[in-house]
């Protein structure tokens, strides 16, 4: 029976997402680019569960090189990804200077949207790298956040509401504490145990 | 000379009449040995032009299509197998919005599937280890005067889909799929989706049923089960009257999503996994689910299966007072 339930589970999923590319009215799938990182792994799966159980659609959660995650969403290949402010800061070319991390958030995300057309959702509450190059990250204090573009928000119309609910949650603790969890136990069970606890599905 | 033409008269009726029977036979047997004990129909990708009846064994080689004026009259006990063609490897339709990567039976005239309860008609995969979405759906596309009636449909990508199509689906058993059925009404098309869904056994798909954009079906009587995701996905913009149906053991019994007009009374909708209902972000609108069994009349048991605003003050609350203190008779499909 569960090997019945996870052969359909599989294939429901295969034929939505074969069906993607005609854009039939079964499902639009939502694609969450993630770089191999644990943190960005567990933060993948969270946005996947939560989108999937609080609206209904598909996602399937692709992986990138680090560098990578980005340039996907700008050619449509993905709708989300999560980028760190300190990340797109140097990334952008300027104002490090500014050390307030909100300043930093506010500034990286109004340049996003002008030069990309991309916005920054609330940020999850852990902190990030603060430089990406080669794979190699330098810690620092710098914001995790979900970017997404405006046409995907416009697409989907619930869905920066739903990914905003996230907003503030995880703390560097909590990612942790999650962390430490994905090492004896799957996943997307310790995401799912997570999301019930904050009773946010 | 007399005797002899007379006997060679006889001769000759003997060997004629033994040859019409031999002709008979013959006949006889090509229609014995037909598709039932042989060789299937084959039909490949292309369109019906003129009224046409499908019966025994049919094999589908790609998209085919019921022209608007032709009716295809499947009979019943058909059997019609779809090949898992590539994927839109032979679909050279420009029109993406309504179409599935596989082998689809596209209705633009009318189909009248209507089998008896001994001798159901089923639309499947042809492949020997079948799939769900080994073919795309029977789509009906602008459509009115549609019937399935006592049809098996399975390991479709959606076993039937509508896009302004109208049609009665009764009696019919859908499982393996990866949506048992999907509606809604588009733009171009000048129909909208009316749909009845009687007496079907919808169960062990990925999804039920799922609606939206405008359409208002009648669902009654069905037996909604084990289906991986939902039994029933209501979408905005449509409105349904939802009665008299089992909706039991899928992981979310029901899920809305902005929906204004829904009527859900008399069901019995209980052990689904996660949820027997959840309202979805962006459905703001209260909905009354008054007179439903709920597998229990602990109403903090019943509650806990709930999604509603006492999870998300955004969200509208789900009425379920009034609850049926025992399992509602006559829900379900007919066994």
């Known amino acids: ?120 959702l609330k940020p999850f509450g852990f902190r990030g790298p603060l430089t990406v190059e080669g794979g190699d990250e330098e810690d620092g204090r710098t914001l995790a956040a979900p970017v997404s573009t405006r046409e995907v928000l416009k697409k989907f119309p619930v869905l920066d509401r739903v990914i905003n609910k996230l907003g503030g949650r995880i703390d560097d603790n909590a990612m942790s504490e999650l962390m430490k969890k994905t090492e004896n136990q799957d996943i997307k069970e310790t995401v799912r145990e997570f999301l019930k606890k904050e009773n946010l599905i | 000379m007399e005797i002899l033409n007379v006997t060679k008269s006889v001769k000759h009726r003997a060997f004629t009449k033994r040859m019409l029977f031999a002709f008979l036979g013959m006949v006889l047997s090509f229609w014995l040995a037909g598709p039932a004990s042989g060789k299937p129909m084959i039909v490949e990708k292309g369109v019906i032009k003129s009224d046409t009846v499908w019966e025994k064994e049919v094999v589908v080689r790609g998209d085919v299509e019921i022209a608007r004026g032709s009716t295809l009259i499947v009979m019943p006990g058909t059997v019609v197998r779809f090949v898992r063609i590539e994927a839109n490897g032979l679909a050279d339709i420009p029109d993406k919005e309504n179409h599935f990567p596989r082998a689809e039976l596209i209705v633009r005239g009318k189909i009248l599937a209507q089998g008896t309860r001994d001798r159901m008609i089923l639309f499947t995969s042809a492949e020997d280890s079948p799939h769900p979405a080994d073919w795309g759906a029977i789509n009906l596309l602008d459509t009115r005067g549609n019937i399935l009636e006592f049809c098996e449909v399975s390991y479709a990508n959606t076993g039937l889909h509508c896009h302004g199509g109208q049609v009665i689906v009764a009696n019919c058993y859908f499982h393996d799929n990866g949506v048992a059925m999907g509606q809604k009404n588009v733009k171009e098309f000048e129909t909208k989706c009316v749909t009845s869904i009687l007496y079907n056994r919808i169960t062990g798909n990925g999804g039920g049923v799922l609606f939206g954009k405008g359409t208002s079906p009648a669902i009654s009587h069905n037996e909604i089960s084990n289906n991986e995701f939902y039994g029933i996905f209501g979408k905005k913009g449509s409105v349904a ?70 999870q998300d003050e955004a969200l509208g609350r789900l009425d379920f007072s009034d609850f049926a203190d025992s399992p509602v008779e006559g829900a379900g499909a007919l066994q």
């Not at chain 1, 770089?35 to 659609?57: K, V």
């Not at chain 1, 930093?104 to 991309?118: I, T």
């Not at chain 2, 809305?256 to 689904?272: C, K, P, Q, V, W």
Request: with cysteine; aromatic share 10%.
């Open chain 1, 1 to 120: 029976m569960k090997k019945k339930s996870l052969f359909l589970v599989v294939c429901f999923v295969f034929c939505l997402f074969s069906a993607q590319p005609l854009h039939c009215c079964v499902g639009r799938i939502l694609v969450v680019a993630v770089s191999g990182s644990p943190e960005q792994a567990i933060m993948g799966e969270m946005l996947s569960i939560l989108i999937n159980e609080r609206t209904g659609t598909t996602v399937n959660i692709v992986e990138y090189d680090p560098n990578a995650c980005h340039e996907a969403v700008l050619k449509e290949e993905a709708d989300i990804y999560i980028n760190y402010t300190g990340v797109a800061q140097a990334g952008l070319g300027g104002a490090n200077d500014v050390d307030d991390p909100l300043e930093v958030y506010a500034l990286v995300n109004q340049s996003y949207k002008e030069k990309f057309g991309m916005v920054w």
């Open chain 2, 241 to 310: 009257n939802v009665r008299y149906n089992n909706v039991v053991r899928n992981a979310k019994g029901i899920m809305l999503y902005a929906m204004e007009g829904f009527r859900l009374r008399e069901n019995n909708i209980s052990d689904n996994e996660k949820y027997n209902i959840s309202l979805l972000e962006g459905q703001t609108w209260d909905v009354d689910a008054r007179h439903n069994w709920w597998g229990t009349t602990d109403k903090e048991k019943i509650k806990n299966l709930i999604w509603d605003k006492d």
